[in-house]
């Protein structure tokens, strides 16, 4: 096995397909929509990361468990001054789920 000694730049992740409700006014009862890019978990494959604005360095990113989501909606992509695309969506989360808000910072004195 061969180590690697260089960061190694990250894989898209790939929206599986989710069917389509009958009723998006039925789903808002029982789920939130939350929209952002959608990154794989780097530890736990049963976890998805959405960061809302993945331009901003001090965004946000959400975590939330695949088996909460009961739909993915595929949003326009958004593109930077150098050209790269992101792809976007909205996953619609069940109420009462359990997730994680983290805002990444960097320390500095003031």
Known sequence: MATVTSLQKAEKFEIEKYTAPKDV???SKTHVPYSGSPQKHP???DQIILV???YN????YLEFSKGDIAFVEKLANI????GETVTMARIWVKK??????CTPFQV???
């Open 25 to 27: 006014r039925a789903l």
């Open 52 to 54: 809302p604005d993945p």
């Open 108 to 110: 500095a004195s003031l």
């Open 79 to 82: 593109v930077n001054i150098d």
């Open 43 to 45: 530890l736990d494959s």
């Open 96 to 101: 009462g789920s359990l997730a994680i808000q």
């Open 57 to 60: 360095t001090i965004s946000p």
